[in-house]
């Protein structure tokens, strides 16, 4: 049995964290957005689950395509799996996400957490979506709250609030492996930013003592690396590594100096590029929103963020 801090700070007992469990995960590297997105099989049957897909978008020329969602997809079938869940750490600001599409092809139910209602209504204001989008979080098929599980074949999954980059965030325990999202950099790439609205340094600091309360040896992936220093491009580490090496919050960083750091550093960032495509795509699932017509269209909100 593991312990895990509550949002308190407070050790629970978790029985659903069994490091006996040795999920077979296969990353997949996006150059264009740096994201990583995971095929996660269970070692006992033929389930499986994706994390944080990736749907294709030229920006520039407002085309949307699909080659990494139809490599993940390729390669479900090839072998045979059952896709179970299309699980979203968060709504990304970074890349848009490939659920639908994936769910319509190949079947799974698409999952993020609860405080997805936060983030459609800050958005949804931001964006001026009106009264026809909801935002109960209704575009999704299951809404997790904090120590919620949910079945990947015999693998019994927790899913973990990390709130502090965004309200919804949260870290997904599969057996000995655990995706971390946003919440969690590689060692030397630190953690993510906590600037954008609903995103809280200190929640972040405290989000990552619960990540780091995990069992040193639990495996962790993370979303997104930049091969800081121009190394390669990873995304495997374990809760250990971070603790000692992670150059943001490793080693026993107080509180007060990640706030400082990370405000400090908040400030001096570009907004991503495809921040606003990202937001109105993700914030519905991965559904485009349309226009009256019914032809999808994206909004560009001036100085609204």
């Known amino acids: 049995m593991a312990n895990w801090l509550d949002r308190e700070g407070k050790a629970m007992a978790f029985s659903h964290i069994d490091l006996s469990i040795v999920p077979q995960v296969e990353g997949f590297f996006d150059p264009a957005s740096n994201t990583i997105s995971y095929l996660v099989q269970d070692p006992s049957t033929a389930s499986c689950a994706i994390i944080d897909s990736v749907l294709d978008i030229d920006y520039a020329a407002g085309r949307i395509s699909y080659e990494s969602a139809d490599q993940l997809i390729e390669v479900v079938k090839s072998r045979n799996l059952s896709l179970e869940w299309i699980i979203e750490t968060h709504v990304h600001a970074d890349h848009l996400s490939a659920a639908p599409y994936i769910q319509d092809k190949i079947g799974g139910k698409i999952g993020v957490g609860s405080r997805i209602t936060e983030v459609q209504d800050t958005f949804g204001k931001v964006f001026n979506e009106g009264t026809d989008f909801q935002r109960d979080g209704s575009q999704f098929d299951a809404l997790f709250e904090d120590g919620d599980t949910y079945k990947v074949g015999e693998m019994t999954c927790l899913a973990l609030a990390t709130p502090g980059h965004t309200p919804a965030c949260m870290v997904h325990v ?99 590029k495809l921040i606003i495509p990202s937001l109105q795509v993700n914030m519905r699932a991965g559904e485009i929103p349309q226009d009256e017509d019914g032809k999808p269209v994206l909004k560009v909100p001036i100085n609204g963020l």
């Open 174 to 272: 599969i057996g000995n492996a655990a995706f971390a999202g946003d919440t969690l950099f590689m060692p030397d790439g630190g953690s993510a930013r906590a600037d954008f609205p609903g995103g809280d340094a200190g929640e972040l600091y405290d989000s990552i003592q619960r990540v780091l309360s995990l069992p040193d040896e639990m495996r962790l992936f993370i979303c997104h690396d930049y091969g800081p220093g121009g190394r390669e491009v990873a995304w495997e580490t374990t809760v250990g590594e971070q603790k000692d090496k992670n150059i943001h919050v490793g080693g026993g960083k107080s509180r007060d100096e990640f706030i400082a750091f990370r405000t400090e550093r908040d400030a001096q960032l570009a907004m991503p």
